[in-house]
């Protein structure tokens, strides 16, 4: 704007005109909302990178942690020798197999040793679920040594392929 030639009055008024209009220009409600905003959203983008940097932070912590412990493990784990879990693997290995080779023999000479069998037998269960069925268990008493085939089934199919592995792998 120019400022027109004139009385001194006249000057002042314009110059008043001139500065308010150039204080107009100068704020800008749009663009004070906007500045406004875009300082909120900086404001937050900023709190969310120092939550998130500071959560990374504790997470490498208990991570450095962790492998600390971790670590200190495996050293405890070195030193050992492994022969108490040697000898009870030994124990268990001989045990059944004095349990299926060498007890068969020893207890058919002695016929006074009671044993006794469980039979179960299920009875019932007829009109289509009408009447429930039920089980019935009897109790007969054997002489000699009883060796169930579960036993033998472990000792054959889970027992000796194991200490054989054990073996080949060293």
Not at 137 to 147: A, D, N, Q, R, S
């Amino acid at each position: 704007m120019q400022l027109s030639p004139g009385g001194s009055g006249g000057a002042n008024k314009q110059t008043k005109g001139f500065f308010m209009s150039e204080a107009v220009a100068i704020f800008d409600a749009t663009s004070a909302a906007g500045s406004a905003a875009a300082g909120f959203v900086a404001t937050i983008i900023s709190q969310l990178f120092n939550s998130y940097i500071s959560a990374q932070k504790q997470n490498f912590e208990l991570l450095k942690m962790h492998m600390e412990i971790s670590d200190a493990s495996a050293d405890k784990a070195a030193v050992r020798d492994g022969n108490a879990g040697r000898t009870i693997r030994r124990l268990i290995y001989f045990g059944c197999a004095f349990t299926i080779i060498v007890a068969p023999f020893i207890f058919a000479f002695f016929d006074s040793i009671p044993v006794e069998v469980e039979e179960r037998s299920l009875c019932g269960g007829w009109l289509w679920g009408i009447v429930p069925e039920w089980t019935n268990t009897v109790f007969h008493k054997i002489e000699g040594f009883y060796l169930p085939d579960s036993i033998q089934h472990a000792f054959i199919s889970f027992l000796i392929p194991f200490y054989l592995g054990r073996g080949a792998a060293k």
